[in-house]
């Protein structure tokens, strides 16, 4: 098993700019969520999905999408990107309740 | 904002000393949760403990949990260089639908 994946592993954007980071996972996790991590900051939760069809916003969702068509994918779209998106993104996947987290390796975005 | 707080941010131990780190938290919880993040890589889940369990142990970890304290602490015993990471806890809301990451603590072993 690949277990999470993101792709891609760096993009530089200009701002207002759109790009899709893009999460698959392949251990038919019901739950995915996407975070962003800031120097000092910890993790934030963007977005989360409890299941195919299903999504909610976390902590800081504002200028983010999220979809979830299928059980395996869970893409992070940025509408119109800006200097404070600026960060590492985290996918990451549970089974079942909200038990022990699968995590990517991470994209790192660069907005100038 | 954050759950979950750690407490020192930074800890520079030699190898085979003991690390502790501590956990604060703000609201009732299900359960809690470890992670440790090696340098430019992604989370790794360590260990879990349920608000109804006090300790909790994995290898060299130990874990302990206060619900009326709103606290926990993660125990490193000999620690190597390999130890060498960020350690994050993490609390789930009442709905078991969001988990929240706190600031991490920089945990440094030196040969």
């Known amino acids: 098993n690949a277990g999470v994946t993101q792709t891609p592993k760096f993009q530089v954007l200009k701002t207002g700019q759109s790009m899709t980071l893009q999460c698959a996972q392949d251990?038919?996790?019901?739950?995915m969520s996407w975070y962003r991590q800031d120097p000092g900051m910890g993790l934030r939760l963007i977005h989360y999905?409890?299941?195919?069809?299903?999504?909610d916003q976390g902590e800081v969702p504002n200028g983010y999408n999220v979809s979830r068509s299928t059980t395996e994918d869970f893409p992070l779209r940025l509408l119109s990107a800006a200097p404070s998106q600026t960060s590492v993104y985290f996918c990451a996947s549970s089974h079942g309740g909200l038990g022990e987290l699968f995590f990517g390796e991470g994209s790192r975005l660069t907005v100038l | 904002s954050q759950q979950g707080e750690e407490d020192p941010q930074a800890l520079s131990i030699q190898e085979g000393e003991n690390a502790t780190m501590n956990c604060s938290y703000k609201?009732?919880?299900?359960?809690l949760q470890w992670y440790r993040q090696n340098s430019g890589r992604g989370l790794v889940h360590l260990i879990l403990i349920r608000s109804n369990e006090r300790e909790k142990h994995s290898g060299r970890l130990r874990v302990t949990l206060d619900t009326s304290k709103k606290s926990s602490s993660l125990l490193i015993t000999a620690s190597r260089a390999a130890d060498t990471a960020s350690y994050f806890c993490a609390t789930d809301n009442n709905a078991g639908n969001m988990l929240t990451f706190g600031g991490g603590t920089r945990l440094m072993v030196k040969p």
């Open positions: 251990m038919n996790h019901e739950y």
């Open positions: 999905s409890v299941g195919a069809g299903i999504t």
């Open positions: 609201t009732s919880i299900n359960n």
